[in-house]
């Protein structure tokens, strides 16, 4: 039905706590992705998720930072001992990666992200 | 690594103009090219995607080009209008498998007049 869907919609917390983002994916995408866009820069990758595989977290900017996705659906990205340097819009994504009826399959779909303000 | 650049970073045109917006990347083994647009406060939203072994894809008043072996891709953008207005994102998707992990440009702000 509905598109990706990202909550909260805004995070205002202090330094040091620790904060949880999540991801509702269309229903029946098996690709996630989460992007990270800092003031004046552009969106950089964080993690990627497919299926029952490894994640490729090869973005993630330090160990603070971490992502589950619990039965190939709902994603929630973890950070810890959040830092000003952390705020930014968190985008979640995902993406059909089996052909359907001829239709392009490698469009990733992005929900409205979540502001997180490190104060 | 992969570099996605985008030029201009802004835009300002008059409604009805056709514009061209360029994005140009290093690596040329790439797996797709995605443009999207972002408005204020939202999220992006795709407007075309082009598969390494195409040359271009078309969309209503868009038409997005790709030169993989010279690192480029151009947006052509119509008869612009007001409601075009908004931040237009070049992204490319690398080959990882099937990850298709995208590297963004910094995007260009595009401003439509009356």
């Known amino acids: 039905g509905a598109g990706v869907s990202q909550s909260p919609s805004n995070k205002v917390t202090e330094k040091g706590k620790d904060v949880e983002l999540r991801c509702d994916p269309i229903?029946?995408?098996?690709?996630l992705y989460w992007y990270r866009q800092s003031l004046g820069q552009g969106l950089e990758f964080l993690i990627y998720f497919q299926g029952n595989s490894a994640p490729d977290k090869s973005g993630l900017p330090s160990d603070r930072f971490s992502a589950e996705r619990t039965g190939g659906s709902v994603s929630t990205l973890t950070i810890q001992r959040t830092q000003q340097e952390d705020s930014a819009v968190y985008l979640c994504a995902s993406k059909l990666l089996l052909t359907s009826g001829g239709l392009s399959t490698d469009t990733q779909y992005f929900g409205p992200g979540t502001r997180l303000t490190v104060l | 690594k992969q570099e996605v650049t985008q030029i201009p970073a802004a835009l300002s045109v008059p409604e009805g103009e056709n514009l061209v917006l360029n994005c140009s990347f290093t690596?040329?083994?790439?797996?797709?090219l995605q443009w999207f647009r972002q408005d204020p406060g939202k999220g992006l939203t795709s407007l075309l995607l082009?598969?390494?072994?195409?040359r271009e894809q078309t969309s209503g008043r868009l038409n997005a080009s790709l030169d993989k072996s010279s690192g480029r891709s151009t947006l052509y953008i119509a008869a612009s209008q007001p409601g075009d207005s908004a931040t237009y994102l070049c992204a490319v998707g690398g080959i990882t498998g099937t990850a298709s992990k995208l590297t963004f440009g910094t995007g260009t702000r595009l401003q439509v007049t009356l």
């Open positions: 229903s029946g995408h098996t690709a």
């Open positions: 082009i598969q390494s072994s195409q």
């Open positions: 690596d040329s083994a790439i797996y797709n």
